[in-house]
């Protein structure tokens, strides 16, 4: 069975990403790309569905590991009840003169003598294809139809039962190397690289990035993580910013809420913006901003919710029955079909992005304005219509206030593009139609009963969409119906003072039994709601006890089991990283970017 999901810790190459468990196994792996195929998915099966381990070949007292300074390169040191200690390193190098990708793994003694063992099932298909394993002089070769793999090592290796095992020892002093190199089965096997000097590098990049963050606040050292995760879920020859690493891992366990997060979402854009720039990293906000615009490119109807990597349209969904997924959660599922959902708030991203962008400095795009007026014109032709909403509800079309709001926040951006940047526009209309939108969310979305705004006209429900009424400006926070409506969710839609989405015992919402966990990216808004309200200390309290959730690498998911004291969800989480980062910014500056966003 895999590992706790928080006991996994990432590491990447910005164009994919291995997820490493405290036990030395690697269970995820997809090649070469982020949304590929997976070569290891014991992640959601078992380890024959491919895993990659290494670790001692005795029982260990103690387990400890951390990234080394402020990169990501993995040390998982392994003491023995004996008092003898081994290190595995792990790390893929970012930068390769081919179309090759690395995982490089250095067992290293440390103290006394340590039996190790490793046992690498490679599988390609998501663990449906068992390739055609050769020996070679510096290992052996995998290759099943486009890929193929080479595994590099001095160890001397067998085959068993379709695995390929190695029992070695490691004394004081020893450094053992282990690299694996994914390349198109098409092209000729690749030569080999210094495994050490590639430590020294990849370990010097990672520094020097780091080195350009502004932020020295009390959270450095979390914003810092945060950031580099962030930079390790971008697709670099895009620009683009996958949601998370992986597929399947469910909002609760054993639940069906089980999506694939390996793609690029519009609704991350304008806070991912903000987290990049309020934190010195203009070159990753400005590749962030043209993916975008390349991605939307096209007729306003067409917008999609999310892309790939690259800005591709098509994430056709369909389930892998060879899978058993996470802890019995079916289906698992590879794609995702809410991209031909029809979302209203995505054009408010869009707008929003382009403002920020150009407020920030980036120089602005005058064709991309021109594109943006069409679009202007859709969002005047149809923000009465129902959507699928933020939450990407498989249920009917509903008016959900949120994204009502954020067409609101399409017109009210596109009038600062004139008012502030001299672009061109027929602004007396578009404030017409501002103040128009904004009467009917104010008269539809409030309830007077619940004191609060609600999940969609008419409704008694709640939802924490709403707490982005203040974040993005539509109301200050310190109007009497923000104030309610943050005191019913803190009432009535809480857990144990972390938010959910809404009420799950609500099946109707999105056509799925109920069953999910406390969404954290809300509750980092109930935070920042507090903190604009003047409520420092409780949003403080609120923020701390959300950093106690990381993981011992730093990392966070996306939802999480106040009961089971379990994370949830696909992981790590690039919503949420953004919005800590954007969170402890709002806590320690005078202007963070939630008052910059809300303010201009």
């Known amino acids: 069975m895999a590992s706790r999901i928080e006991d996994y810790a990432l590491i990447g190459d910005t164009r994919t990403a291995a997820m490493v468990g405290r036990d030395g196994s690697i269970d995820w792996l997809c ?4 949304d590929s195929a997976a070569c290891f998915a014991a992640l959601l099966g078992v380890p024959d569905h491919g895993r990659w381990r290494i670790a001692p070949d005795a029982p260990c007292q103690t387990t400890r590991r951390s990234y080394r300074g402020e990169t990501l390169v993995l040390e998982t040191e392994f003491e023995l009840a004996g008092g003898e200690r081994a290190a595995l390193i792990d790390f893929m190098p970012l930068e390769s003169p081919d179309d090759r990708i690395e995982v490089v793994r250095i067992v290293e003694g440390r103290r006394g003598c340590v039996p190790m063992m490793m046992d690498a099932a490679f599988r390609f298909d998501y663990g449906r294809v068992v390739p055609w394993v050769r020996r070679r002089d510096y290992g052996l070769s995998a290759v099943a139809g486009p890929d193929a793999l080479q595994l590099r090592t001095t160890v001397p290796m067998h085959g068993e039962n379709f695995r390929t095992i190695a029992n070695f020892e490691v004394g004081a002093g020893e450094r053992i190397p282990f690299s694996l190199t994914w390349y198109p089965s098409h092209h000729p096997e690749p030569g080999s ?39 390790a879920l971008t697709y670099a020859p895009t620009g683009g910013i996958v949601a998370a690493p992986t597929t399947s891992l469910p909002e609760w366990i054993r639940g069906q809420r089980n999506w694939d997060y390996r793609y690029c979402w519009l609704r991350d854009a304008t806070f991912t913006l903000y987290a990049l720039l309020s934190s010195g990293y203009y070159e990753e906000a400005a ?67 382009f403002h920020a962008a150009a407020k920030a400095g980036l120089d602005p795009d005058g064709d991309a304005w021109r594109v943006l007026t069409v679009m202007l014109e859709f969002v005047e032709q149809h923000w009465r219509e129902p959507d699928e909403g933020i939450w990407e509800v498989r249920g009917p079309r509903r008016h959900f206030t949120h994204s009502k709001v954020m067409a609101w926040v399409a017109v009210d951006r596109a009038i600062k593009g004139v008012e502030r940047h001299g672009f ?55 109007d009497p119906r923000i104030a309610g409506t943050v005191a019913a969710i803190q009432r009535d839609l809480t857990d144990d003072g972390f938010v959910r989405r809404y009420d799950p015992r609500d099946s109707g919402v999105d056509g ?47 939802e999480y089991d106040p009961r089971a004291r379990r994370m949830l969800g696909n992981f790590p ?28």
Not at 31 to 34: A, D, N, T, V
Request: hydrophobic content about 45%; proline content about 6%; aromatic content about 12%.
């Open 31 to 34: 090649l070469p790309r982020f």
């Open 193 to 231: 690289r210094d495994p050490f000097r590639l430590l020294d590098e990849t370990a010097a990049w990672w520094s020097q990035w780091s080195a350009r963050c502004h932020d020295g606040g009390q959270w450095h050292a979390q914003v810092m993580r945060s950031l580099i995760t962030l930079k």
């Open 287 to 353: 590749a962030w901003r043209g993916w975008l615009l390349r991605a939307i490119a096209g007729q306003p109807e067409q917008i999609q919710i999310m892309y790939g990597l690259a800005g591709e349209r098509r994430l056709t969904e369909f389930e892998a029955p060879w899978l058993p997924g996470y802890e019995s959660s079916r289906p698992v599922r590879i794609g995702n079909a809410a991209h031909e959902q029809f979302q209203l708030d995505v054009y408010g991203e869009i707008f929003d992005v």
């Open 424 to 478: 061109a526009g027929p602004v007396d209309r578009w404030r017409a139609l501002r103040a128009e939108i904004h009467d009917d969310i104010c008269r539809q979305g409030f309830n007077p009963r619940r004191n609060a705004f609600v999940q969609y006209y008419g409704a008694d429900a709640l939802d924490a969409s709403v707490l982005m009424m203040a974040l993005v400006g539509f109301l200050p926070a310190s």
């Open 512 to 558: 799925l039994p109920p069953g999910e966990g406390v969404f954290l990216p809300c509750t980092f808004w109930l935070a920042d709601n507090l903190a604009m309200m003047g409520r420092q200390e409780e949003a403080r309290e609120i923020f701390e006890r959300l950093l106690s959730l990381c993981n011992d690498v730093g990392l966070i998911s996306e």
């Open 573 to 600: 989480q690039a919503f949420t990283h953004v919005f800590l980062i954007n969170t402890a910014h709002n806590l320690t500056r005078p202007s963070g970017p939630a008052d910059q966003r809300a303010h201009r």
